[in-house]
């Protein structure tokens, strides 16, 4: 199973129209929860996130985590996948992260040195997660 904790909702339709649509599509390869939580300080988002982890293998989205191109992220994922029934992403706040979460971290990913908005990321992460299982399963979409 695929589990998404993120820190915010989604605001713009599109986006949820998107998300929507990647959920369904990640659907048909795993089961996906989408946890919301909502904005407020760095230590309430800490003890929010802690309340849905379990002894999942968690990645936590940081700007200081190694980046992969799609490849290299379906392999760790299906690598992951081996030896865990569920991998647990985490998407923190405009505050980013609290240091107890990132000490939890099995992997550390980060898409980019730039900054995006945490909605956008979202959307993002899914696609990515949508072209893993498209690469696992060798079928077309990626290139």
Do not use: W
Not at 12 to 41: F, H, T
Not at 56 to 61: A, F, K, R
Not at 117 to 128: A, G, I, N, S, Y
């Amino acid at each position: 199973m695929i589990k998404i904790i993120c820190v915010g909702k989604l605001k713009e339709k599109y986006l949820v129209d998107a998300c929507l649509e990647y959920s369904k599509r990640i659907s048909k390869y795993s089961k996906i929860e989408i946890i919301e939580l909502k904005d407020s300080d760095i230590t309430e988002e800490r003890d929010n996130i802690l309340k849905h982890l379990n002894k999942d293998y968690i990645i936590t989205l940081e700007i200081e985590g190694e980046m992969l191109d799609s490849v290299s992220l379906a392999k760790k994922i299906d690598n992951i996948f081996l030896n865990n029934s569920n991998i647990t992403f985490i998407i923190g706040g405009s505050y980013g992260l609290h240091e107890d979460i990132k000490k939890l971290s099995n992997f550390k990913l980060s898409f980019s040195k730039l900054t995006f908005p945490h909605q956008l990321f979202r959307v993002m992460l899914l696609e990515q997660i949508y072209r893993s299982f498209k690469i696992i399963n060798n079928e077309t979409y990626h290139k």
